[in-house]
């Protein structure tokens, strides 16, 4: 169909849509069943039982395998079916990993799939976008991504990006009106706009005419394809580490055969013991886990009400020493409210609370007359140069629109007025959108004798500049210096009460034409007055901030408020210090970049900056050597919350286009939020730091017990499939339980870590190594112990060798969950860990006591006397860590 070249009304009638009440629920429902969500198809995924085998890939497991088949043909037959059983059970928890983390993902993009405004059974509601239908009803304005391909139906200075689409860089003009001509290109559908395509201007309304795949973007689907897997930095150096550890794992692996050959164990026995421990040395599963640790960090900041899209983010958060916040919404509630009007010499105070339409207008401690002239004209004009709805439900004031506006709507409100009412007397015949150069938006209006009025409402000293008069006791008096100064002393007066100004102004016309521009419209007008509001802190920033600066991390506050608001507002949460510095964005705008680098570290607060400003800011403090968190919610923060090291959206006050550029969003818009944020990032790479301190300080102990063992000329202290056992039972379960642990009570009182800071940073190497030098001794004490009493039973020393090897390990697990020692921590803090202890010391005692597995595990039954020397030297590491940590601070304390 060319829904280009018909009127509205024809589109209407074609696609049997409502464009007043919009389709019905059910109605959408229908058509969602017939045609499908509006999505574009994703390559297809890997089928089930694909990954399932890529996880026998593996070069180590290829050897095994291979073993294992010479097991079995020299008639080790069980050895052979319990290898093969580990193997799989370990193919099956590798798989299980693998979707685990897949649909995490998948569930994190559906979560951050952009919504739409549509209009359905008379009522503007939010719905995902993947939701809407042909025939929908969608609004959309500057910043928004458009959902699907519409004809626009009303425009008002309507501006979109179609460089997707078409390779133009300049954005199009947009109209309602039919295009008419043969062979009209996408760039020339002027009343088209496209699924993909982003509105740099202006506002809209548009009927849904195609979805999904048959959409203009749908039809070029393979360009928007985006199949890559994101990989961190720190899975890239786990990738080049797990190289490195392959090996070295494999030549201590090689030295325990070839020593085990000379000592005159056979080659058969030796080369299948090597092949085990190679695999259990390895830690192939690093990546896997790393992986699903990050992913299980995700879904638990999703429930703190952030969604990360970048999952590199999640590393970069523990590095964050400086967050650039803006002010409105994230460090407060985003519930302005007027508190103070002036117009025309007169101070009106404003009662009431939030969004609720009540409240008092009071002068001079008296309650006003609502009727004066002035004050009518600043509330009622405030309310028509306006977007914001005030909905109620359930006793409860919903905001749908800008917060700014919002308060100017409830003001008018209180004193009586509504917007249907005024447009009951006045019509709106054109709009010129605010936009942040012009910092001001304007309606041209017609009342019901066909007079025409402009309106304009922007910050004071925006629509000072542009009025040559002011209303003054009731009279239309010029703008003089002495008015110009009666003003600024208010703007300054409300100001320092940390209140935000928005003025409004006014001018009849009588030339006007649908071509004019704002710069014809916006000049000469008469200043009415000012409406003062203030936006309360959130109560929770205030404390948050302090475990920032706490965490060595300093915030700062970015707004395009007033000056005097913004110090105000900062002081009071804690952001500006005694004596720290405040920068103007005229101030900032005189500046090279050299210069604003030498002094960014000193400044807390940028106040009245452009978006362009922003940018700087962000490139000045990383070329000090910050690590930057960047807020943002419009079009055009998107270049520095994409400059920035982590940039971060706002969930429900951000555009499209915003999220798109960030690593995080913000489901609450709240400050409070990024610092749950960075603590759960650096608690996420803690944890990754602990799983891999506890599996290679285990991999280290089973080699060394080995190697130490045929350099004593002893018999083998674990057999080949006690080996896999441990690796698959004992390493496995804690290993991904630590993953889950909790963020330890001073990891918001550390200092950031340097983004260049190795895995093995602070002391982890040694940790590893001692550890595990330590478990292997101590294992094959036991085992030497044993077997110089039993001589003629080296099954009974294995076994107690196997115990004490798992115990020692179970009991090094509650070790890594502090740099400190074991009792630093409750243990019962991470009931998952408790849990996977308790299960693999079950299985362990399953495998020794249960008769028919004794046979595959070359366990026998252990008498209770030999648990006690089990339980001694397995808690021996432990013990001799703590005692050398003790004296070490002991010496340090009488130095």
Same mark, same amino acid.
């Given at each position: ?27 959408? =429902? ?7 969500? %509006? ?17 026998? =890939? ?31 059970? %370990? ?66 200075? #309507? ?34 706009? +496209? ?11 548009? @009927? ?33 580490? *797990?190289?490195? #550890?392959?090996? @070295?794992? #494999? ?114 401690? &008296? ?14 004009? *405030? ?11 359930? %006793? ?77 006791? *009731? ?30 102004? +006014? ?47 300093? &915030? ?100 499209? @286009? ?57 018999? #083998? ?14 390493? *496995? ?63 009974? /020393? ?29 243990? +019962? ?6 849990? /996977? ?27 209770? =006397? ?12 432990? +013990?001799?860590?703590?005692? &050398? ?6 010496? =340090?304390?009488?130095?």
């Amino acid at each position: 169909m060319k829904w280009h070249e018909m009127r509205a009304e024809e589109v209407e009638e074609q696609i049997n849509s409502d464009f007043e009440a919009g389709l019905s629920e059910s109605e959408a =429902k229908n058509r969602l069943l017939q045609y499908g969500t %509006n999505e574009l198809q994703e390559a297809e995924r890997p089928n089930a039982f694909l990954v399932f085998l890529e996880q026998f =890939k593996d070069f180590m497991v290829v050897v095994l395998l291979a073993a294992t088949l010479i097991s079995g043909l020299l008639g080790e037959y069980i050895d052979a079916v319990a290898i093969i059983a580990i193997v799989i059970i %370990n193919a099956f928890l590798g798989f299980f990993q693998e979707r685990k983390a897949e649909k995490s993902l998948q569930a994190l993009k559906e979560l951050s799939a952009p919504q739409v405004t549509v209009l359905r059974e008379k009522e503007w509601r939010k719905v995902a976008s993947r939701e809407i239908v042909v025939g929908d009803i969608i609004k959309f304005g500057s910043g928004d991504r458009i959902g699907a391909d519409l004809r626009i139906v009303q425009a008002s200075s #309507l501006e979109i990006e179609e460089s997707a689409l078409t390779g133009e860089s300049v954005p199009a003009v947009k109209s309602d009106k039919p295009v008419h001509g043969s062979d009209i290109s996408i760039g020339d559908q002027e009343n088209m706009a +496209f699924m993909g395509t982003l509105v740099t201007r202006g506002t809209g309304v548009g @009927v849904v005419v195609a979805t999904g795949m048959n959409t203009a973007m749908g039809q070029i689907a393979d360009l928007l394809q985006t199949a890559e897997t994101t990989i961190t930095p720190l899975q890239r150096k786990l990738e080049q580490l *797990g190289k490195i #550890l392959i090996t @070295v794992a #494999l030549i201590l692996t090689m030295l325990v055969v070839v020593v085990g050959v000379l000592q005159g164990h056979s080659l058969y026995e030796m080369f299948l013991a090597g092949v085990s421990l190679a695999v259990a040395a390895i830690p192939e599963g690093l990546p896997a886990i790393v992986t699903v640790a990050l992913s299980l960090g995700v879904q638990r900041m999703i429930k703190k009400k952030s969604i990360v899209r970048k999952l590199p983010a999640v590393e970069t958060l523990g590095c964050a020493s400086v967050i650039c916040s803006d002010k409105t919404g994230t460090l407060t509630q985003n519930k302005m409210t007027v508190t103070h009007v002036w117009s025309g010499g007169t101070t009106w105070n404003v009662s009431g609370n939030g969004y609720e339409p009540k409240g008092e207008f009071i002068s001079e401690g &008296t309650e006003s007359n609502i009727k004066n002239k002035s004050l009518h004209q600043l509330l009622t004009f *405030g309310l028509l140069c306006n977007h914001a709805n005030i909905i109620q439900k359930k %006793n409860q004031y919903i905001l749908d629109g800008d917060p700014t506006e919002g308060a100017l709507a409830v003001a008018a409100m209180k004193a009586g007025f509504t917007r249907d009412g005024l447009l009951s007397e006045f019509q709106i015949v054109k709009e010129y959108p605010f936009d942040s150069e012009r910092k001001m938006m304007s309606v041209v209006v017609k009342d019901k004798q066909g007079k025409l009025f402009v309106i304009t409402k922007g910050a004071p000293d925006v629509i000072t500049n542009v009025s040559d008069s002011l209303l003054w006791e *009731g009279k239309r008096e010029l703008f003089s210096s002495k008015y110009e100064k009666v003003v600024a002393d208010m703007v300054h007066t409300l100001a320092s009460q940390a209140l935000r100004n928005i003025a409004v102004a +006014f001018k009849p016309i009588t030339n006007f034409h649908d071509g004019m521009q704002e710069r014809e419209i916006e000049k000469d007008l008469v200043f009415i007055g000012i409406q003062g509001m203030i936006d309360p802190p959130r109560p929770e920033v205030k404390q948050a901030v302090r475990e920032c600066k706490e965490a060595g991390i300093r &915030t700062v506050m970015i707004t395009g408020d007033h000056i005097v608001t913004a110090k105000a507002i900062a002081a009071e949460i804690g952001i500006l210090p005694m004596g720290g510095k405040v920068l103007e964005g005229k101030t900032l705008q005189k500046m090279s970049q050299e210069e604003l680098e030498d002094m960014v570290d000193n400044v807390y607060v940028f106040a009245r900056v452009s978006p362009q400003h922003k940018l700087s800011i962000v490139k000045a403090l990383q070329k000090k050597g910050h690590i930057v968190a960047m807020t943002g919610d419009g079009v055009n923060d998107a270049p520095a919350i994409k400059a920035s090291d982590i940039g971060i959206a706002m969930g429900i006050t951000g555009t499209d @286009v915003a999220k798109e550029a960030s690593s995080l969003v913000l489901l609450d818009d709240n400050f409070a939020t990024i610092k749950s944020a960075i603590k759960e990032g650096r608690n996420i790479y803690e944890n990754i730091r602990k799983f891999i301190r506890y599996l290679l300080a285990s991999n280290v102990g089973e080699i060394l017990v080995m190697l130490f063992a045929m350099l004593l000329a002893l018999p #083998l202290p674990l057999v080949p499939i006690q080996i896999l056992w441990v690796n698959l039972v004992t390493d *496995g379960l804690p290993a991904m339980a630590l993953g889950l642990d909790q963020a330890e009570g001073d990891v918001m009182k550390r200092k950031p870590r340097h983004p260049k800071e190795g895995v093995f940073a602070r002391g982890l190497w040694w940790k590893i190594v001692s550890r595990g030098f330590l478990i292997g001794i101590a294992t094959l004490l036991a085992f030497i112990i044993v077997y110089k009493q039993h001589p003629d039973n080296l099954i009974y /020393a294995q076994t107690v060798a196997f115990a004490t090897l798992v115990m020692a390990q179970l009991i090094h697990v509650f070790d890594c969950r502090s740099d400190r020692s074991i009792f630093h921590r409750n243990p +019962f803090q991470n009931m998952y860990l408790v849990g /996977a202890v308790v299960s693999s010391i079950i299985l362990m005692l399953i495998v020794i006591y249960y008769p028919p597995l004794q046979g595959i595990f070359h366990t026998v039954a252990l008498a209770p =006397k030999e648990w006690l020397l089990i339980i001694g030297m397995a808690s021996l590491p432990t +013990f001799l860590l703590v005692g &050398t940590l003790f004296t070490g601070k002991a010496k =340090k304390n009488m130095v």
